[in-house]
């Protein structure tokens, strides 16, 4: 079973940035489509970002993020990465990854299409 560990989460200033990584052990992460989700307190899980397998040449974002947020992928780290930049209040939340085994050009922005998640790291915005 792919294991994934989030890093990155913090307290961010409003328009401060921050990066998140998500790692897997023991399991090769450019076969996964990866998608980034976040739930904050009293909300659903909603999606953030995602991106194709091997090369990551397909990359998605949702309306809330576009412009703001970039994801991308490291395979020589086996590592994927979401930059969050010009952040808001509202991008508080926990944040999550997620593995889909799914090969090829695409990724999807639902929680139903990933098999795997990691624990989530806590990301706080506020000055």
């Known amino acids: 079973q792919v294991q994934l560990v989030e890093s990155g989460g913090g307290l961010v200033q409003p328009g401060g940035s921050l990066r998140l990584s998500c790692v897997a052990s023991?399991?090769?992460?450019?076969?996964?489509?990866i998608g980034w989700f976040r739930q904050a307190p009293g909300k659903e899980r909603e999606a953030v970002s995602c991106?194709?397998?091997?090369?990551?040449?397909?990359?998605d974002y949702s309306d809330s993020v576009k412009g703001r947020f970039t994801v991308s992928r490291d395979n020589a780290k086996n590592t994927v990465y979401l930059q969050m930049n010009s952040m808001k209040q509202e991008d508080a939340a926990v944040y999550y990854c997620?593995?889909?085994?799914?090969?090829?050009?695409?990724?999807?922005?639902?929680?139903?299409?990933?098999?795997?998640w990691g624990q989530g790291t806590q990301v706080t915005v506020s000055s």
């Open positions: 997620a593995a889909d085994p799914v090969v090829g050009y695409y990724c999807g922005l639902n929680t139903g299409e990933y098999d795997y």
């Open positions: 023991g399991y090769r992460l450019d076969l996964y489509a």
């Open positions: 991106i194709s397998s091997i090369d990551g040449s397909t990359t």
